[in-house]
């Protein structure tokens, strides 16, 4: 079957063939004729917020075509479009697992996707799992023979601190890594990811190849506290500001934007970390 996929916006995630089309902002209908012949269209919105728009968007396709219109993706539940390998995503970007079994409440995997489910493991580079370290020994060992093939290797998802352990530095060291990205979510989880970065470190892994998410909020002298220790313990700290799983994205005044923007550039927080933060520079 030959679909059209529908997203909001274009990221370094989404697809690029022909049959994917980003009408950024756009709600009238494209000309049908320019994309190869297709016999759906997927609308796949990822963010909540986006949700009116992309209910928009399929009205406007309803209307103008006779092909059959789906909604869809995790802002709707992932329950009208089922997740398929390279469909959504570029297909070097891979999940071998959905789910997580954890609890977090900030946290909204487990309300979508429920527990941890294995996937059959295909091929790509990048993975791509909400907690790759939750799924099985016999798993696992799956997905690093098949990175054996890979040239560029990224854990991308956050792995957990705490359950990084001999199996799995063991394994990525025989690995082509570009990227390890772990997570420091509060305050409490800095302990675990100093073990972690620690146990990475005697493995040869340095600042260059650790990266970590710090989840964020409005209190910029808290959160460069947090992110400023991320960075001493031996990790690229990378800020992400909490939004709210509401159909309104989480507003914050324009100097904490600012202020996680520039947590999320290297350059940037190298020199934050020899000069300090200079909070006038963000309206403080």
Request: aromatic share 12%; charged share 25%.
């Amino acid at each position: 079957m030959n679909i059209l996929r529908v997203f909001p916006k274009k990221t370094s995630y989404t697809p690029t063939d022909r049959r994917a089309y980003y009408p950024n902002g756009i709600t009238q209908a494209p000309a049908w004729n320019i994309f190869p012949e297709f016999d759906e269209i997927h609308i796949s919105c990822a963010f909540t917020w986006d949700k009116k728009y992309c209910e928009d968007l399929a009205f406007q396709f309803r209307s103008t075509q006779d092909k059959p219109v789906m909604l869809g993706g995790p802002a709707f539940g992932s329950k009208a479009l089922d997740f398929v390998q390279g469909l959504y995503l570029k297909p070097n970007i891979i999940f071998t697992s959905r789910g997580c079994n954890n609890q977090c409440p900030w946290c909204i995997v487990p309300k979508i996707e429920g527990c941890l489910k294995e996937l059959p493991v295909v091929t790509g580079n990048v993975i791509q799992d909400n907690n790759f370290l939750q799924t099985s020994r016999a798993h696992k060992d799956k997905v690093f023979e098949m990175l054996k093939t890979q040239k560029i290797v990224q854990f991308k998802g956050g792995l957990e601190s705490d359950l990084i352990d001999d199996h799995f530095i063991e394994n990525v060291r025989g690995l082509k890594i570009d990227e390890l990205w772990l997570a420091c979510d509060t305050d409490g989880s800095f302990k675990n990811l100093e073990i972690a970065v620690k146990k990475l470190a005697k493995a040869g892994f340095n600042r260059e190849k650790l990266k970590c998410y710090a989840l964020i909020d409005g209190d910029l002298s808290k959160n460069e506290e947090r992110l400023q220790k991320i960075w001493r313990a031996g990790a690229m700290p990378f800020a992400q500001l909490y939004r709210d799983f509401t159909e309104t994205k989480t507003k914050y005044p324009k100097e904490v934007e600012k202020f996680a923007r520039s947590w999320q550039r290297p350059a940037c927080i190298n020199m934050h970390m020899k000069k300090g933060t200079d909070f006038r520079n963000y309206g403080v």
